[in-house]
């Protein structure tokens, strides 16, 4: 397993437990709006999680994408000691996307470099 997958996994499974807490616990509208909308980043988040051993890039903006519209969901609740609530797990889904960026991206082989038996069938 690869480190992208388990802190995204991480912030992903927190991020949720993070909105759920909230949803229930709000008196406000807003408030459980924003716990709404960063569950659903948070399980953005895990999607990336899922397919960075695979897509690494895309996992990568997937991860980001889901940092990011967290950290801008909270605001709409007009309270930022949401912030502190939600930064563990922006912070767990930052460092795995950043992870996904860092890794090594495959060249592509000419056909000069393919071994003869796959040759025959290009």
Not at 23 to 35: K, M, N, P, Q
Not at 49 to 66: C, D, H, P, Q, W
Request: charged share 15%; hydrophobic share 55%.
């Amino acid at each position: 397993m690869k480190k992208q997958f388990i802190l995204g996994l991480a912030g992903g499974f927190l991020g949720i437990l993070t909105a759920v807490y909230v949803i229930f616990t709000a008196t406000a509208s807003d408030v459980t709006l924003s716990g709404v909308q960063a569950a659903l980043f948070s399980s953005l988040g895990l999607m990336g999680a899922v397919i960075a051993n695979k897509e690494t890039r895309f996992a990568g903006y997937m991860l980001i994408f889901s940092a990011v519209f967290i950290t801008l969901s909270i605001p709409l609740a007009g309270s930022l000691a949401l912030f502190t609530i939600y930064l563990p797990a922006v912070l767990l889904l930052g460092i795995a996307a950043v992870l996904c960026f860092l890794e090594p991206v495959p060249d592509e082989m000419d056909e000069d470099e393919m071994p003869e038996k796959q040759q025959k069938y290009f």
